[in-house]
C-alpha cells in the first residue's frame, strides 16, 4: 500500500470520526462537503505515480473568489471543494503548510462581502 492510500484511509476514518455541526449527527451539508472532498482526492489518486503532484491551484483560487464576488455561492463552494481536495492531496505530508493555505484562504474569504 503506498503513501497515498494510506492518507486516503486516514481521510476516510477522520470524516467518520468528526462530529457535525449539530453534536453527533452531521449536517447533510458538511457531510456532503466530504464526500465531494473524499472523491475528488480519489480521482487524484488515479493519477500515474511516476507523474508529480499538481502544485497550489492559483487559477481555482482566483475562480473560486471570482465565483463568490459575483455571488455564485454554489460554484464558490464547488472550487472551495476542489481546491481543499487538491490541496491535501498535493501536500498530505505537509500538515503546517495545509494549516497556512487554509488560514489564508479564510482571511481572502472574510474579505468578501455578501459571502453568507
Known amino acids: 500500500m503506498c503513501n497515498n492510500e494510506v492518507m486516503l484511509e486516514e481521510c476516510k476514518e477522520l470524516k467518520d470520526s468528526l462530529p ?3 453534536g453527533d449527527n452531521e449536517s447533510a451539508q458538511t457531510a456532503e462537503q466530504k464526500e465531494v472532498i473524499v472523491k475528488t482526492i480519489e480521482d487524484l489518486e488515479k493519477y500515474p505515480e511516476n507523474q508529480s503532484k499538481p502544485g497550489y491551484p492559483m ?3 482566483n475562480a ?3 465565483a463568490f464576488r ?3 455561492c454554489e460554484e464558490g463552494k464547488k472550487e472551495l ?3 481543499l481536495a487538491l490541496l491535501i492531496y498535493s501536500y498530505s505530508d505537509q500538515f503546517r503548510y495545509i494549516q497556512l493555505r487554509v488560514l489564508e484562504l479564510v482571511v481572502l474569504l472574510s474579505r468578501i ?3 453568507l
Do not use: D, F, Q, S
Request: charged share 40%.
Open 81 to 83: 471543494n476542489e481546491l
Open 113 to 115: 462581502e455578501g459571502i
Open 20 to 22: 457535525g455541526v449539530e
Open 70 to 72: 459575483r455571488g455564485e
Open 59 to 61: 487559477g481555482k483560487e
Open 64 to 66: 473560486m473568489l471570482a
